[in-house]
Nanobody, 120 residues
Framework: VQLVESGGGLVQPGGSLRLSCEASGSIAWINAMGWYRQAPGKQRELVATITMAGATNYADSVKGRFTISRDNAKKTVYLQINTLKTEDTAVYYC???????????????WGQGTQVTVSS
């Protein structure tokens, strides 16, 4: 199983970005999908999650600015980031809880991370 992220970059304060994370491999079922971020010198923190049914959860710091969504057919999770602030600068990681064919139980997978830098 692989998670491939894309969409990061350098953006000015107030700008927008859309992150994508596509899962591939021997995947039977995807449960929750989410985004986390880690700023320099800080611990990795939850940004947003979305269940198979589409229920979402957001960190207080991003509510109203970030929107998580998923396309189950494409095995992809998205993060629309609006009104970016300098404090949003971090490496953003996707996280997927999934089941693989022939393997009982579910497992957590992480993407490689994509850098988001907010600077004027």
């Amino acid at each position: 199983v692989q998670l491939v992220e894309s969409g990061g970059g350098l953006v000015q304060p107030g700008g927008s970005l859309r992150l994508s994370c596509e899962a591939s491999g021997s995947i039977a079922w995807i449960n929750a999908m989410g985004w986390y971020r880690q700023a320099p010198g800080k611990q990795r923190e939850l940004v947003a999650t979305i269940t198979m049914a589409g229920a979402t959860n957001y960190a207080d710091s991003v509510k109203g600015r970030f929107t998580i969504s998923r396309d189950n057919a494409k095995k992809t999770v998205y993060l629309q980031i609006n009104t970016l602030k300098t404090e949003d600068t971090a490496v953003y990681y996707c996280n997927v809880d999934l089941m693989e064919f022939g393997i009982p139980g579910s497992r957590d997978y992480w993407g490689q991370g994509t850098q988001v830098t907010v600077s004027s």
